[in-house]
């Protein structure tokens, strides 16, 4: 007996970074130029997704999120393997992505970025982020041990943060698959919050200790920026 596709629905709630069953969460950024299309182009994928089935079971969420910067867009999917999102991008991607650009014209897809969850912060349960802060950390080259040293460090100093802000909900730690980067997807009460912990003593969200100081002057790192984004839109299948 086949069995019946699943519609696509949208959804306000957040991801859950921490699902087990996720073996390959993968963001990426698009570069839109203003508000305006920030808001175009969010309505277009919504009504491209909406309007077609489910594309995949090994699929489990696809959110999107508009950057405080009034030009960006994030994207972040929920993949069971990265080869179910092959085969989503040999079958299905492309006439999405076209249908999208025929709405929303000269959208830059500036990187899609291939992870594995790592570990993350215990969370604050019931609490809803209003704003997403996302630190991507790249180094001079890959070292798998280097990702997960340099994340577990900033666990431990978030651990062992003697005036933590209370806007701060959890951070979930990302490893890219090519040994690289790191991605803290960082969740916020709002955004005023983080820029409060930012502006306090010290450098970063930390105040000025020992293990802090140890993440900040950790050997190797090439860049790290930080950018705000708030949740713009959520599809599931029903």
Avoid: C
């Avoid at 921490?18 to 130029?33: E, I, N």
């Amino acid at each position: 007996m086949m069995s019946v596709p699943r519609t696509t629905r949208r959804t306000t709630a957040h991801p859950d970074l921490t699902d087990p069953r996720v073996g390959a969460p993968l963001f990426s950024t698009w570069r839109v130029g203003t508000p305006e299309r920030q808001r175009q182009t969010v309505e277009a994928i919504a009504e491209t997704w909406t309007r077609r089935p489910w594309p995949a079971r090994d699929l489990l969420s696809y959110h999107v999120y508009t950057g405080e910067d009034g030009s960006t867009l994030l994207h972040h999917s929920q993949w069971a393997s990265e080869q179910a999102f092959e085969a989503f991008v040999k079958a299905h991607r492309q006439e999405r992505v076209d249908e999208i650009d025929t709405a929303v014209p000269g959208i830059e897809r500036v990187r899609l970025g291939r992870y594995r969850y790592h570990r993350g912060s215990a969370g604050r349960p019931g609490r809803v982020p209003g704003s997403i802060v996302i630190v991507d950390v790249e180094f001079d080259g890959p070292d798998p041990g280097r990702q997960r040293a340099w994340a577990d460090a900033v666990l431990e100093a978030l651990d062992a943060e003697p005036d933590p802000h209370p806007g701060g909900i959890a951070a979930h730690f990302h490893l890219s698959t090519d040994g690289t980067r790191v991605l803290n997807y960082a969740e916020w009460e709002n955004a005023r919050a983080h820029r409060e912990a930012l502006a306090a003593p010290g450098e970063g969200v930390g105040s000025p200790t020992g293990q802090w100081k140890r993440v900040q002057t950790w050997p190797g790192v090439k860049s790290s920026t930080v950018s705000r984004y708030e949740h713009a839109l959520g599809l599931v299948p029903a």
